[in-house]
């Protein structure tokens, strides 16, 4: 089965950026988007066909950081792979999401081939998830 791809991104032209990375990448896998925290959580718990979620911090009603804590602290979502996709570089911010179960942290380049290389060594750990030449 093919899994999806969930983005809690709440800037269009940030999502847009990360779903041209994704591609430029190779990867195919249907990705599905929610804007806010507690929409990506009401997506997540009816889509059982989620296998990675790609989470900004900096989002509206939950941020990614509560975001983060409540998916952890449900035993159907502890393997989930959830990477942090943030404009944020602050080592503090890095450090509070890997504490609360991040599996990777990329922050957000618009050098397109940047991002894209970042995206790329992240997700790599995740290739048995992914539709990846």
Not at 54 to 70: M, P, R, T, V, Y
Not at 105 to 117: M, N
């Amino acid at each position: 089965m093919t899994k999806k791809i969930l983005l809690i991104e709440d800037s269009v032209n940030d999502a847009q950026l990360t779903l041209h990375a994704l591609r430029t990448c190779g990867i195919e896998n249907p990705v599905v988007d929610e804007f806010d925290g507690a929409e990506g959580l009401i997506r997540l718990a009816d889509d059982p066909e989620i296998g990675l979620v790609l989470l900004d911090l900096k989002l509206q009603k939950i941020n990614g950081f509560e975001f983060l804590k409540i998916v952890r602290s449900n035993p159907r979502f502890v393997e989930l792979p959830v990477v942090i996709v943030s404009n944020s570089s602050v080592l503090s911010d890095r450090t509070r999401a890997e504490m609360l179960g991040a599996s990777g942290y990329i922050v957000k380049d618009f050098d397109l081939e940047e991002f894209r290389a970042s995206i790329f060594h992240t997700l790599k750990p995740f290739r048995n998830l992914l539709i990846w030449p």
